[in-house]
């Protein structure tokens, strides 16, 4: 299958829609500000009471009637612009992908080695987040605004928070049962090339402040780092650049308060922090950019949060702590015992966590509601810096398609670290309200993510999917449910090239994710929690229809509570998600008959922990016989606070190939 690089099959019909496009836009911009001059969120909305003069109600007076006059004028260009604009759509394709091919810039792509389906197996990253990326005027319903920015900011801090060092913590304790024996603390170096893992044994009370040295771009490896893979303490092929550090001593993780200030001290005392790779030193003008103290979400603060950070380098030889390169530092934070990942519920068979982060190493990433064409861009442009393949502008306009006619896209983006061999998007034709004027639908995505020694490709399938969001469309998410699955069997049927007497190629996993728009507490959504997709799939928070494990947490957040001082950073949103009272407060729940919409300062009891409304769904079937896949590890992600009304979610698979290491 040959995959899109541009929106129409030839330059001519490019220009066309360019020139039709620059008729439109004015009229779309002007009237974009004019409503959204009207629609204040509530962190304008408190600024605007500090303000004892009105100058913003006397701004909206006179530039009022400016807009007006403006969008009246261009209304007869925009009118020439659409009709040309219209018919183009009929020859547009449905997404656009696009490589870096200046992969220098790809601090995400280095890190990949070709998987041999050798040793032990290995895992696999999955993210998924509604990102809210509407027009200006739109996104302020949801109470959110500076689009622009916002798009700009949500890829800066995807992309530092999955290229951040990683170190596996091994707790050598036997009394302390309250931490996993083989747990993350959420580190991970994108540096360096294909190097070994690093080993430090250290006692609990000198676990504080490690500086490694290397090569931080990961182009001046040599060969020689690459074949020194042999010995003992050889990691999964999936754990790439993972500095190990193994803890042991008898205070289960405590530290004096003597020692935290000396750790403290010594962080701050090694300079200030990195600047980002474009040199951003602008400033927002919306809270969602501010940096507070503490403020770990994008990792460009001085200090870390309680997941946060050293800054590391893994070299080709022994931790040095005496070298420091000063064009990469990553200062320490204390691992306590409550940075250490931990399973609250000992039968849980994978580690499970509210994190301040996305999770480092992450290879794949699906994002719902990314609509406006510009934003799009800049989002892309940020998450290049990690991602190598970028599929984005997913969906039709116009007529074409579809039963309706389409203002907007799908809002679907898809990011990986590997290489994407096939693509394809289909609508959903029953869309209904405000929904039927998107282009809802579902991406399929085949990756290629190795091969065997004997020349077979292992790939993998990827799902991305935005269902109905209207409130009693039960019938509607279920049909589109119903389509879903169908296409996706289309989809890996038309895709495969292999046959069962000769297969060219190994299936290693298959994932659905998305904004599926129903939870699986309320009562009103039981025909969606009973479809059959979750027989064929598996939602790893999820008991059965009606019942989620006891550590899932809603990803619909309350809008109204987005730029309380409270949850406006990741660091002060995940301890606030950690209490029961405090998801009360800031979570939306399922609607209920007994209490009212807000959320704030509800302490009735109510059923589930908020609405989790985004899914990471994987499936055992279909799959290469011989392998098996298993959940590592999953997250709830806060790093976005301030910027969506949503959690993004991580998973991440391991796929076991049975075999023993070389």
Same mark, same amino acid.
């Given at each position: 299958m040959v995959l899109y690089t541009s929106p129409f099959p030839n330059s001519f019909l490019s220009v066309l829609h360019s020139f039709s496009w620059g008729l439109i836009f004015p009229c779309y911009w002007l009237a974009d500000r004019l409503v959204a001059s009207f629609v204040p969120t509530t962190y304008e909305k408190r600024q605007r009471a500090d303000d004892p003069c009105y100058f913003h109600a006397l701004c909206i007076i006179i530039t009022t009637p400016i807009y007006l006059a403006l969008l009246v004028a261009s209304l007869p260009f925009a009118l020439i612009g659409f009709l040309l604009w219209s018919p183009l759509q009929s020859a547009r394709r449905p997404y656009i992908y696009s490589r870096l091919e200046d992969k220098s810039h790809a601090n995400g792509a280095t890190l990949l080695t070709e998987w041999k389906a050798a040793g032990n197996g290995k895992s696999f990253c999955f993210g998924s987040a509604n990102v809210c990326l509407l027009p200006d005027s739109l996104a302020r319903f949801n109470n959110v605004f500076n689009t622009q920015a916002r798009a700009k900011e949500i890829g800066r801090r995807i992309r530092n928070g999955a290229s951040r060092p990683q170190i596996k913590i091994y707790i050598d304790s036997p009394t302390n049962t309250s931490i996993s024996a083989a747990s993350f603390s959420s580190l991970v170096s994108p540096q360096g090339g294909d190097n070994t893992n690093r080993t430090v044994n250290a006692g609990i009370k000198r676990t504080t402040s490690m500086e490694y040295k290397g090569d931080n771009s990961g182009s001046n490896n040599s060969e020689d780092s690459r074949e020194d893979k042999g010995g003992a303490g050889e990691p999964n092929e999936g754990e790439e650049n993972t500095c190990v550090v193994r803890i042991n001593g008898e205070d289960n993780g405590h530290m004096s308060d003597t020692e935290t200030d000396t750790v403290n001290g010594q962080a701050h005392a090694s300079g200030p922090a990195e600047p980002s790779p474009e040199g951003d030193t602008e400033i927002s003008k919306t809270p969602n950019h501010k940096q507070k103290e503490g403020d770990s979400g994008s990792l460009d603060s001085y200090s870390a949060s309680r997941e946060s950070l050293v800054k590391v380098r893994v070299g080709d030889g022994t931790v040095d702590q005496s070298t420091v390169n000063n064009k990469l530092l990553y200062k320490a934070s204390i691992m306590k015992k409550t940075s250490v990942r931990k399973k609250k519920h000992t039968d849980e068979t994978f580690d499970h966590e509210i994190s301040a982060f996305f999770p480092a190493n992450l290879d794949f990433l699906c994002l719902q509601e990314v609509f406006d064409k510009r934003a799009a861009e800049k989002l892309k442009e940020q998450l290049h810096h990690y991602f190598e393949y970028i599929v984005y502008d997913v969906g039709v306009y116009s007529c074409h398609g579809c039963c309706s006619f389409k203002f907007v896209n799908s809002g679907l983006l898809f990011a990986s670290r590997y290489p994407v061999m096939d693509a394809a998007y289909h609508c959903y034709p029953n869309g209904r309200g405000t929904d039927s004027l998107a282009s809802k639908g579902a991406l399929f995505l085949k990756v290629q993510v190795g091969s065997t020694p004997q020349d077979q490709r292992i790939v993998g399938y990827i799902s991305c999917?935005?269902?109905?969001?209207?409130?009693?469309?039960?019938?509607? !998410?279920?049909?589109? &449910?119903?389509?879903?699955?169908?296409?996706?069997?289309?989809? !890996?049927?038309?895709? @495969?090239?292999?046959?069962?007497?000769?297969?060219?190629?190994?299936?290693?996993?298959?994932?659905?994710?998305?904004? &599926?728009?129903?939870?699986?507490?309320?009562? *009103?959504?039981?025909?969606?929690?009973?479809?059959?997709?979750?027989?064929?799939?598996?939602?790893?928070? !999820?008991?059965?229809?009606?019942?989620?494990?006891?550590?899932?947490?809603?990803? &619909?957040?309350?809008? *109204?509570?987005?730029?309380?001082?409270?949850?406006?950073?990741?660091?002060?949103?995940?301890?606030?998600? *950690?209490?029961? *009272?405090? !998801?009360?407060?800031? &979570?939306?729940?399922?609607? @209920?008959?007994?209490?009212?919409?807000?959320?704030?300062?509800?302490?009735? @009891?109510?059923?589930?922990?908020?609405?989790?409304?985004?899914?990471?769904?994987?499936?055992?079937e279909g799959l290469y016989l011989e392998w098996k896949v298993e959940v590592e590890e999953f997250s709830f992600i806060t790093q976005l606070a301030g910027l969506t009304d949503h959690l993004p979610v991580a998973m991440r698979l391991t796929v076991s190939t049975g075999e023993d290491d070389p």
């Open positions: 999917t935005h269902l109905q969001a209207i409130a009693g469309d039960t019938t509607v !998410r279920c049909e589109q &449910l119903d389509m879903l699955q169908d296409w996706l069997s289309e989809f !890996r049927k038309s895709t @495969s090239s292999s046959s069962t007497a000769n297969p060219e190629e190994l299936v290693a996993f298959d994932v659905i994710c998305g904004d &599926l728009n129903f939870d699986n507490c309320s009562s *009103e959504d039981k025909l969606e929690q009973q479809h059959s997709l979750f027989t064929h799939y598996k939602d790893p928070c !999820r008991i059965g229809p009606g019942e989620d494990k006891p550590w899932a947490i809603g990803t &619909l957040l309350d809008p *109204e509570g987005l730029y309380d001082e409270e949850v406006c950073t990741p660091d002060n949103l995940q301890k606030v998600l *950690e209490s029961e *009272e405090g !998801r009360k407060g800031y &979570l939306v729940y399922p609607t @209920s008959k007994n209490h009212s919409s807000s959320q704030k300062g509800r302490k009735a @009891s109510l059923k589930g922990n908020g609405r989790r409304i985004d899914y990471m769904l994987y499936t055992e």
